[in-house]
């Protein structure tokens, strides 16, 4: 069984590595991109609200505040395209995890609803502050950002030749092909360390308690855990994930605005895609993303950004939160749990037992808002 | 001085349209402990249907509320029979996200149907203006500040002189007590989320009649609207009052004597430091009900 597991995600790293050189056309890959952005911020989201089970409905706030950074950053150092920007990625994210830390921390003196809207209001504070901080943000005319040239880059023409000369590229296209590959590149690797991070939180002792307080956070408290401090870390990591898929993502799309930045859909996307995945757990934000993302930028591609594609949206969301609340993973786990008792059974006895009905969770007692003070 | 009391008075006329938006917002949340984040989307759905009585039907925007009120009554309702009630777990926090996907499913149909341009309400009390304290002032902001003292007058005797009101006052403060004693409690709750959203529709008409507005419109109101029901303290009344016009009044204000770009960042800015002394808000209770 482990080894089975071992091998599929080996699999899955590799295609992940080939995919924009076995599908080099530019609109698969621009949709690839997009698309690994989301896993990534995703992944982020869910290490602080899949966990501790605070829903943040803000993070958008930290994507804007990582996508600003950088273009600032590029701005006032006179920076010019190429890999240089990339470098300045993790120091974007640092800034919104520092924005993300102070926040968090007056969000976090509240519990359940009352803190879902404050980090609401949070994001518009912000996305208010793009639009008035016009010396620093130049205001609704939006930043440029340095465009990327790679095609005096050594790393390319080699790629080139050696594609070329495998037949698999026609050498005309190539500017057009390459340009889109570093941005995966640097947002798979992201990727890789935002998942490494969300299985660590998930393994350790510091993610139990994450845990603890997502299931009872007084009854976490009462058995030691610092229930504070744990969910103003793992807010903090999650704003500097966020942040830095706010920074590759403004690179990528090399202009941003207020409202673009700072986009609400985003953080119903986001949410969406945890909960269509499976909420708290490793593989489900990653597969809401890869299902989620690429029908949306369809949608975008096949009707634009109108109306007709924000009602698809949110039936969608109506849909998986009313009739798949456990999301798919966790769905699917539980199938196969009972699958195996069901088998197992069977070859014991030789005779078919039914499987055990899925029992529903115990009804959690609700509780009215608590200040945590 | 003549400016500021000018802001002063406009910030206390528009702040009661907002206190009926948010009067909506804050009912439902203190009967069913759920937070209706497609309020915003819901105003503007308002606004539009009145816009559309009087363009097509040229019939008077306070007389059309006549039948778009009933009618977002019964979407109201259905909203809650359709995807409220069906959600078992958590529902405070499901709720959001449901509410959420109303909100952008609204939020498309008005995209497609009227376009992203924005549109303003016509009606002669719009354009035409009265002189008060040295300034003009139109009409409409006098008439739908008269529209919010009516409709929450009606809603206070609604709430306290009626039957189901205590219903509705008793599943507020205990809702397993209100079931105990024989109340139908999932009635009172389609119907008070039939009634915040009635509240939403007069609301939208008296803000489309005094800013010009498109279907995206609605996330701007949301913000307002719940940091309104924050600072006011959530599930109070009285609180989304207070908080509604002071709010507009300290937006007007800001706006005169300093900068129109920084007016609401500043009630932004004053809700944080609101939150950090008082988390529950102005008058959220600790602890809230027990259940």
């Not at chain 1, 007709?308 to 039936?315: C, K, P, R, S, T």
């Not at chain 2, 499913?105 to 008005?110: D, P, Y």
């Not at chain 2, 939208?204 to 006011?232: C, H």
Request: hydrophobic share 55%; proline share 4%; aromatic share 12%.
């Amino acid at each position: 069984m482990r080894i089975f597991k071992t091998v599929g995600l080996l699999v899955l790293l590799a295609l992940a590595i080939g995919f924009p050189l076995l599908f080099p056309n530019p609109a698969v890959t621009t949709i690839a991109v997009f698309t690994l952005l989301f896993v990534v911020a995703t992944t982020g989201w869910n290490i602080f609200s899949g966990y501790t089970g605070y829903i943040a409905l803000g993070h958008a706030a930290y994507f804007g505040v990582g996508a600003y950074t950088l273009a600032i950053l590029c701005q006032d150092w006179h920076i010019p395209g190429g890999y240089i920007p990339f470098l300045l990625v993790p120091v974007a994210g640092l800034v919104a995890a520092a924005a993300g830390a102070a926040l968090g921390w007056i969000a976090l003196r509240v519990r359940r609803h009352t803190f879902v809207v404050i980090t609401i209001a949070m994001f518009f504070i912000l996305q208010l502050l793009a639009y008035n901080l016009t010396g620093l943000t130049n205001g609704s005319i939006g930043l440029g950002l340095p465009i990327p040239n790679w095609s005096s880059d050594a790393f390319s023409t080699q790629l080139e030749q050696l594609l070329v000369g495998l037949q698999w590229v026609t050498p005309g296209d190539w500017n057009g092909i390459f340009f889109n590959i570093p941005f995966y590149y640097v947002t798979l690797a992201v990727l890789l360390v935002a998942i490494a991070i969300s299985w660590w939180v998930r393994h350790s002792k510091y993610g139990l308690g994450l845990l603890a307080i997502r299931d009872d956070e007084d009854r976490a408290l009462g058995l030691g855990v610092k229930a504070g401090p744990s969910k103003l870390a793992a807010f903090v990591i999650s704003a500097l994930i966020v942040g830095m898929v706010g920074a590759i993502w403004a690179y990528f799309i090399e202009s941003i605005y207020p409202f673009s930045a700072f986009d609400a859909t985003f953080d119903v996307a986001i949410a969406l895609m945890a909960f269509l995945g499976g909420l708290g757990t490793i593989a489900g934000p990653v597969l809401g993303a890869l299902l989620l993302e690429p029908t949306q930028q369809y949608f975008t591609l096949q009707y634009g950004q109108s109306g007709f594609y924000l009602v698809i949206y949110g039936a969608l969301f109506l849909v998986v939160i009313l009739l798949l609340p456990q999301g798919v993973v966790p769905t699917l786990r539980a199938r196969w749990a009972r699958f195996q008792v069901a088998r197992s059974q069977q070859q014991e006895t030789g005779v078919t037992i039914t499987p055990i009905p899925k029992q529903d969770r115990p009804a959690r007692v609700e509780r009215k808002e608590e200040i945590n003070l | 001085m003549g400016l500021i009391v000018e802001a002063i008075i406009t910030g206390l006329l528009t702040g009661g349209v907002y206190a009926l938006m948010a009067s909506g917002l804050t009912l439902v949340f203190g009967v069913m402990d759920i937070i209706n984040i497609g309020q915003g989307a819901l105003v503007i759905l308002g606004a539009y249907l009145s816009y559309v009585l009087e363009q097509n039907l040229h019939i008077d925007l306070f007389v059309g509320l006549l039948i778009t009120m009933p009618f977002m009554f019964v979407l109201g309702v259905l909203i809650e029979l359709l995807f409220i009630r069906p959600i078992r777990r958590d529902r405070t926090m499901f709720s959001i996200l449901v509410t959420f996907g109303v909100a952008l499913i609204i939020e498309g149909v008005l995209n497609l149907i009227f376009s992203a341009d924005y549109v303003q309400l016509h009606a002669w009390y719009i354009t035409a203006s009265f002189p008060v304290a040295g300034f003009y002032l139109s009409y409409i902001y006098v008439f739908g500040f008269l529209l919010a003292v009516v409709l929450l007058g009606v809603l206070y005797l609604l709430l306290y002189r009626t039957k189901f009101g205590h219903s509705l006052r008793a599943t507020m403060q205990n809702r397993t007590a209100a079931e105990l004693v024989g109340i139908d409690v999932e009635r009172v709750s389609a119907i008070t989320f039939g009634i915040g959203v009635a509240l939403a529709a007069a609301g939208g008409m008296a803000f489309g009649a005094t800013t010009s507005f498109n279907a995206n419109s609605a996330y701007d109101l949301i913000s307002r609207l719940l940091a309104i029901i924050i600072f006011g303290g959530m599930g109070s009344l009285q609180g989304a009052l207070i908080a509604s016009l002071g709010m507009l009044v300290i937006e007007d204000v800001t706006s005169v004597v300093w900068s129109p770009v920084w007016a609401s960042t500043v009630f932004f800015i004053l809700l944080v430091v609101i939150l950090l002394i008082r988390p529950q808000g102005l008058l959220g209770q600790v602890g809230g009900r027990k259940q």
